[in-house]
């Protein structure tokens, strides 16, 4: 059974940092692309970094970049996202997730991401 596991989570102020990790088991995840993803309430699910396993590259919407940074830890199986300079805009519930997509062809489809965990909640007050 294929899990991911999200964990960091939390309330901060505006300004603040907030380090969010996923756990991966039951399988070994390389060269395929992973995700973390957002959903605010009352708004669509979206996309916030992707990364390239194995090869590194990463991706970032305008929205976060610069202040977001995904990153993989191959010996523990796990993908975190450092998010900094966090606004109030960045609260929702952020999600973990990992494709069937080969490293080449990352990109932000929600259709090939099969694997989600069940969420972590950041909220960033004024």
């Known amino acids: 059974l294929v899990q991911l596991v999200e964990s960091g989570g939390g309330s901060v102020q505006a300004g603040g940092s907030l380090r969010l990790s996923c756990a991966a088991s039951?399988?070994?995840?390389?060269?395929?692309?992973m995700g973390w993803f957002r959903q605010a309430a009352g708004k669509e699910r979206e996309g916030v970094a992707l990364i390239a396993m194995g090869g590194g590259a990463t991706y970032y919407p305008d929205s976060v970049k610069g202040r977001f940074t995904i990153s993989q830890d191959n010996a523990k199986n796990t993908v975190s996202l450092q998010m900094t300079s966090l606004k109030p805009e960045d609260t929702a519930m952020y999600y973990c997730?990992?494709?069937?997509?080969?490293?080449?062809?990352?990109?932000?489809?929600?259709?090939?991401?099969?694997?989600w965990g069940q969420g972590t909640q950041v909220t960033v007050s004024s």
């Open positions: 997730a990992a494709s069937s997509l080969p490293v080449r062809a990352c990109n932000w489809d929600e259709k090939w991401f099969n694997s």
């Open positions: 039951g399988y070994t995840y390389t060269s395929v692309c």
